[in-house]
C-alpha cells in the first residue's frame, strides 16, 4: 500500500523517535509499504518519521543510482534502531533533495565515510562501515529520525534563499507527483 508522505511543516519530522522489538505490530506490512511508496514517489531513502510515524526506521533503495555511484548496487535495506558509531573526519559535498520537501535540492557537506550500528528485519544485530553514496543517503535518513532536515545543514544563506519555498512547503501550496500530507 502507497502511504500519504508527510511534508515540511508537519510536527512528526521534528519528533523525538523511539526505537522498536519484535513485538513492533505489523512490522513487516510496514517495510513492504515504505519501500513501495519510497518507489513510487522514486526517492533512494524513506524514514519513518515521513510517514508518522516516531520510531527508529528507515528504508534506502539506491540501485537505480548504481550507473552513477556504484557501491550502491545492491544498495536496499531496511535499518532499524540505527546508531551512528563513527563519522570520517573526511567530507564531501552533493546536492540532495527529500521527499518532504518537494521542489528543493541544495548542497550539503557530510562525511565520506560511516559505521553505523543497527538491527535488520529479524532483529539481528549489525556493525557495518559504509561510503560514498550511500553513506550519504544513511546520513540523510538518519537526519530524520533526530528530528533534523537536509536544509538544517546548509548555509545561513542558502537557508535564507530557501526560505519562502520552505514556508510554500508548510502551507501547502507544494505539490509532488505522490501522495502526501
Ligand atoms: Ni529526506
Not at 94 to 115: D, F, H, M, Q, T
Amino acid at each position: 500500500m502507497i502511504l500519504p508522505i508527510y511534508l515540511y511543516g508537519n510536527p512528526v519530522l521534528r519528533r523525538a523517535t523511539e526505537e522498536i522489538d519484535a513485538d513492533y505490530p505489523q512490522l513487516r506490512q510496514l517495510v513492504d509499504d515504505m519501500f513501495e511508496t519510497l518507489t513510487h514517489a522514486d526517492g533512494c531513502g524513506l524514514a519513518a518519521p515521513q510517514i508518522g510515524k516516531s520510531i527508529r526506521l528507515f528504508v534506502v533503495d539506491g540501485t537505480e543510482l548504481t550507473d552513477d555511484y556504484p557501491e550502491c548496487k545492491d544498495f536496499k535495506k531496511v535499518f532499524i534502531n540505527p546508531q551512528l558509531i563513527e563519522q570520517s573526519d573526511d567530507t564531501c559535498t552533493y546536492s540532495e533533495g527529500c521527499l518532504s520537501l518537494p521542489g528543493i535540492s541544495e548542497n550539503v557537506v557530510r562525511a565520506k565515510k560511516i559505521r553505523l550500528y543497527y538491527q535488520d528485519l529479524d532483529f539481528n544485530e549489525h556493525e557495518e562501515d559504509f561510503d560514498g553514496f550511500c553513506a550519504r543517503i544513511i546520513l540523510h535518513e538518519y537526519d530524520h529520525l533526530e528530528g533534523n532536515v537536509f536544509t538544517d545543514r546548509i548555509s545561513p544563506i542558502r537557508r535564507q534563499f530557501v526560505k519562502g519555498k520552505l514556508q510554500g512547503i508548510a502551507k501547502g501550496r507544494v505539490g509532488a507527483k505522490y501522495k502526501t500530507r
